[in-house]
Structures are given as structure tokens and as C-alpha cells.
């Protein structure tokens, strides 16, 4: 922690530098350009106040484990603040980028020892996102409202495919991912959840079960080594069978989702991109080089540390340079070595493979569907040898497809309630009903373009099992977007567009 402090900035510092500085400490709720508009107004109005501005860094570079001051800006006439075209409560704004991305504003309450908070109606408003506490919300309910179509439901009341005639979550939780996934099981170990708590796609056949806290793919074998880092080690060296099957018959079964999809019908009828993938490199927050793009007739591509010239289907990440490059990043990248080869099968699935000495880490929304967890609760380690999918574009395809009618659906209903038309006998109109929608509307295209996107770090590890909190401050890693993937999220959302949700907060 001491390391953190030492290399935070001070109210003495430009602006420019306390803003990238806070910027590398946000979560992800808000777009990026809508945070650094919201810090940016932040730190001009508390250049004036040196204390109050140290206190906001010393808060946010610290993760709150330091004791910080109020941060106070002026209260406006109806409470709000405008950001950007977009008006919220103060409180509610900071909090949401720096500490819980999906808070909803009826989510918070203050701490005992904040002098000024905002529901103490003082003139000044306190917006020190570590003066505040979470409370839990009793969530939305959906149940009143109805599509055309019907499509199946996994056993945990989970959406599966677009068109649900009603949309029932089995517990109206909300989460920054899909904002409405049932609350995962409480455990107080570092294993997932109990094989009848998992979606079905999870589950192996009950002739081949496998232990809880282990899965088998098709070159590794997967355990949990911390309460949320899955690691998979090489099982058999370059024995590859078909995708998902292991030569002792272990498998996840064959689904409308998830399975071997390389013989399916096409997701479209329109021609693949002419590139298949797209790769930035990043150290810490800052990309460096040119986005490196894979023609579609390279079905392979190798990103290793070397220095050679990059080919159509290598990117060498030993050549790049950068001026402000710090000590660990220039550490970490003697080990990348030969680095991952990333694999692309049928119309759009993705494979990696570990070819460094060490061991990459992997952010993948289809790896935590597997190992039942909330997609972006896990890390996945992957150790030198190991071969795995990272990547399902029918799963991504439909999980894509239930978002967006998610939240057109309820964002209807937020109109509906606003107007007074909220199904029930009780129901009233106005924004209290409409409240009860406004997390679900929120769903934009930033959520679900997440879903087509690919993090990767080399050497170093990020989340709660590592000192690191986010990728971000990991000293080497890749963005791998995926172009099939993002030509469909095209198509859903001129078939399905997002409607702009009303501003209740």
C-alpha cells in the first residue's frame, strides 16, 4: 500500500496528471469518456481545496483502506449534477465509477462520521465514494411484461435466448454484466457453486461427473486456485480433440449455446469481416503501438515478446516502444516470450494456447459461464501448455440477443410507469414505479459490446486474489475484439435498438 501512496499524485500536481491518475481506479460502469468528464469537473472544483482534493486521492488510490476526509462540491437546486448532457446525483455519480458500477441511487447510505452527505441537506455535498455504504435493494420484477415469442429458460431461471414470453429472473438481483442474473449461491469457500446451482450448459454428463472444484477441457485441466482465479494446467501436450472433449470422454454437452459449433448453420447471412479479430496492446492504462488486425484467412495468430517485424499472423510485442514505459512493465515483458496463440473455429469460436514459460491470464465471459460464476467475477489463469476455449460466439450471440431485449423491455416499462401504465391492480404512475425498471433500461451498448471482447495479461495476474485490482494495472496486456462477433451485436441492435432511458437519477 505503501508503493500506492508513494506513486499518487498530490493537489500540488496538474490536473491533467491527478485526472489520469483517478481514471486508472474506475470500474467500468461508465463509458470512459463520461468518467474522465466527471472526474475532470471534480478536481477543477476542488483545486481551491488542497485538502479536500489530497483527501479524494488518498480515498480512491486506496481503495478507502486509508482514513479521508469529505469531499465536498456545492449542492445545486434539485440535488443533481450535469455531466456530459446527463444529470444524476452526485453521490451516486462518483460512487458508481469508483466503487459499484451497477449502484442504483436508492442503493446507498452514508457512513456515521460523513459531516456532509447527501441526504444530510447541507449546502455542501460530500462525494467521497468511501463515505457511503451499499445497501441491497429488493430489485426489479419484470414479471408484467410480455414478448411475442417463447424460448427455453435454464433451471436457474436464467434468459437463454431473446423472445421469453415473460422475463422472470428467479431472484431480482442486479449485476454490472447483464444487470438482471439470479444471485449466485453464498459460499464461504473458494469453489464454485454445487453442480445443480449451474446453468445446464455447466454441467457434465452424470456418467462422466467430475469434481466441483475441477473442469477438463481439451488440452488442460481446470481447478480453482484462489476465491476467484481459476487456473487450468496443460493435461495433455498437444493432444487436441474436438473442441470441448477430452480423450477420456469429458465434455460439456452440445447446446442451442454452448458445444461444437463448427458444423452449425451460420449466426447470419452476411459475409465474415475481413478481419477476424482486431489486437491492442496496453501497458497499465495506456495502449501502445497500432492495433494489430488478423486477415479472416489467418485462422491462427501468435502474439509473442520477440522483436521480428509482425507478419499477417504474428504480432511481435518486442519491437514496440514507449517513452513512459515503467520498470514493470519493462520486466514483465523479458517473460512473454513465445507468448499465446489464439485459434478461431467455425464461424467465430475462439481457442488460446499457452505457449510462454509463464502463465497468461484471461478475462472471458464464456470461461465463467463455464465455471459457473457471474460473467467478469473470475480470473483465469492459464498455464504454459495449456489449450482452451475462451470464446462461444453462439453463446455470446444469444446472451447478447436477451440484454438488448431485456432492456428494451424495460425500458418500455420505465415509460409505462412514468405514464401511469403499470400493469397490476396498485400500480400508480410517476418515478417511483419507474424506478424499479431504470437498472435493466440502463443495459447500453457498451454492456454488450463487453461481450465480444477478449483481455488478456501476460506474467501478472489482476483481481481479489492479486494485488492488482484490475487488468489496467496489470504492466502487459492485449484487447482482442472480435469482428464476428461485434458484425452481429450490429444486426441485434438495428433489429432491437436500445432505447434511451429517462434520466430518474
Known sequence: MSSQLSTAPTSADACLSIVHSLMCHRQGGESESFAKRAIESLVKKLKEKRDELDSLITAITTNGAHPSKCVTIQRTLDGRLQVAGRKGFPHVIYARIWRWPDLHKNELKHLKFCQFAFDLKCDSVCVNAYHYERIVSPGIDLSGLTLHHSGPVT??????QVGQQSLRPSHPGLNSYGRML?????????????AHQRPLQNQPPADNAINNNQIRTASSTARWTGSNTMSYEQNMANNRNQPGVTSQGNFWPTSPIAGDNL?????????????????????????VGEIFKVPAHCTNVTVDGYVDPSGMNRFCLGQLSNVHRVEASERARLHIGKGVELNIEGEGDVWVKCLSDHAVFVQSYYLDREAGRA??????????????????????????????????????????????????????????PAVRYSAAAGIGVDDLRRLCILRMSFVKGWGPDYPRHSIKETPCWVEIHLHRALQLLDEVLHTMPLMEPHPLD
Request: aromatic content about 6%; proline content about 14%; some cysteine.
Open 155 to 160: 433451471p436457474n431461471g436464467a434468459l437463454q
Open 182 to 194: 439470479p444471485e449466485p449461491a453464498p459460499s464461504t469457500s473458494s469453489q464454485p457453486p454445487p
Open 375 to 432: 460473467p467478469g467475477d473470475a480470473v483465469h489463469k492459464v498455464y504454459p501448455g495449456a489449450f482452451i476455449k475462451v470464446f462461444d460466439l453462439r453463446q455470446c450471440h444469444a446472451q447478447m440477443r436477451s440484454q438488448a431485449a431485456t432492456a428494451q423491455a424495460a425500458a418500455a416499462a420505465q415509460a409505462a410507469a412514468v405514464a401511469g401504465q403499470v400493469p397490476g391492480p396498485s400500480s400508480v404512475g410517476g418515478i417511483a
Open 263 to 287: 458444423n452449425a448453420v451460420p449466426l447470419s447471412n452476411q459475409p465474415a469481416p475481413e478481419y477476424w479479430c482486431s489486437i491492442a496492446y496496453f501497458e497499465l492504462d495506456t495502449q
